[in-house]
């Protein structure tokens, strides 16, 4: 359950050089709280989202434990996040206006600060004109600040709790001097960050694919076994551990084994990581296959190994033949 205690709108507008600070709490009214306890909940859980620790050295959390030990008043803290905000995205080439939320909300009981970095996106609203003599047009006006929907995502985000200090965030690259930095966590936080369950998952699939293309094995299959593995452990537990999966994948080949290992651990992405068991099973058990002649096939990954239902041949030209079986109706989408 969210519950937004606080909520306040800042708006940072770097191309124009203009920060705008509100001096009062966004209104709480059905509206609004809607729109906050939505995203909460969608962005808490996505897949994309990184954890991670402050620095022992990090501004922002001398200004965040002023706060929360009540030295200052939220609007007050707000608006000093903002500031500080603001004076990193000058620091970066070609940002967007920005609307930015920050909220003290409780989750499951949580204390949590949530700020949502909302960068403007362009699109069409009506306007209602009226002249003088009560004649009455409309138009279309290209409006450049427009908010996230209901059902689209957060471009940026951060989720910290308060009694934990721990770190959720996603966070877009900039270029600052001429190098691609993760501006949010490296410069508005100061904080560490581990892999996201979806890197993860793209670097396991990443390492699979190199062993198996240098070993000249079947790489459908070997990706095929990574989902199944990934989907068995989802159903028992939320943690997938990257090397646990070239454990069993490589299990017959010791060789191929250690070559995944030295992959997942040489790209930083040897330890375990907490996933969102729903949204990976959801993934791993679906495999989607597309062919160099422009055919897409969406296979349950349970019937890759159930020749009842699919079998692939390897022809004597090289070719590949996939024959699905035991159809008793098709259907047109």
């Known amino acids: 359950m969210v519950v937004i205690e606080k909520a306040i709108l800042h708006i ?40 991670g620790s402050f620095y022992g050295n990090s501004e922002f959390k001398v200004m965040l434990d002023g706060y929360i030990g009540g030295e200052m008043e939220f609007i007050d803290f707000s608006r000093q996040v903002a500031g500080a905000l603001y004076k990193v ?8 206006s920005t609307d930015l939320l920050i909220c003290d909300a409780r989750i499951d009981e949580t204390r949590y600060l949530v700020i949502f970095k ?15 003599n009560g004649k009455v047009s409309t138009e279309l006006v290209n409006n450049y600040a427009i908010l996230p929907g209901l059902t689209q995502k ?7 709790n308060c009694e934990t200090m721990e ?7 900039y270029n600052v ?3 691609s930095i993760y501006l949010i966590p490296e410069l508005f936080l100061e904080c560490a960050q581990n892999p996201s369950p979806a890197e993860t998952i793209k670097e396991i699939n990443k390492a699979v694919k190199k062993v198996t293309e240098a070993y000249c094995q079947d790489e459908v299959a070997a990706v095929t076994a990574v989902k199944n593995f990934i989907a068995e452990n989802m159903e028992k537990d939320a ?7 070239g454990r069993e994948v490589f299990q017959d080949n010791p060789s191929m084994a250690a070559d995944y290992n030295h992959a997942i651990e040489t790209a930083g992405f040897s330890e375990p990581v ?22 897409e096939i969406t296979i349950p990954t349970d019937y890759f190994e159930n020749t009842d239902f699919v079998e692939f041949f390897k022809e004597e030209d090289g070719s590949m033949s996939i024959t699905l079986k035991n159809i008793q109706n098709i259907i047109n989408r």
């Open 89 to 96: 995205l000058t620091t970066a080439e070609a940002v967007s």
């Open 177 to 179: 001097d001429g190098n």
């Open 167 to 173: 770190i959720l965030s996603k966070s877009r690259k």
């Open 239 to 245: 943690v997938l551990d990257p090397v646990a999966v």
């Open 154 to 160: 957060i471009d940026e985000f951060v989720f910290i």
């Open 274 to 295: 907490e996933v969102n068991q729903e949204a990976t099973l959801k993934k791993m058990k679906k495999h989607k296959l597309s062919t160099d002649t422009g055919i």
């Open 12 to 51: 940072l507008d770097v191309n124009e050089s203009n920060e705008v600070f509100s001096d009062d709490l966004l209104e709480m009214n059905e509206a609004t709280a809607e729109f906050l306890i939505k995203h909460v909940e969608k962005t808490i859980s996505s897949q994309d989202a990184k954890k």
């Open 118 to 132: 909302c960068n403007n996106h362009q699109g069409y609203v009506h306007q209602i004109n009226v002249d003088e």
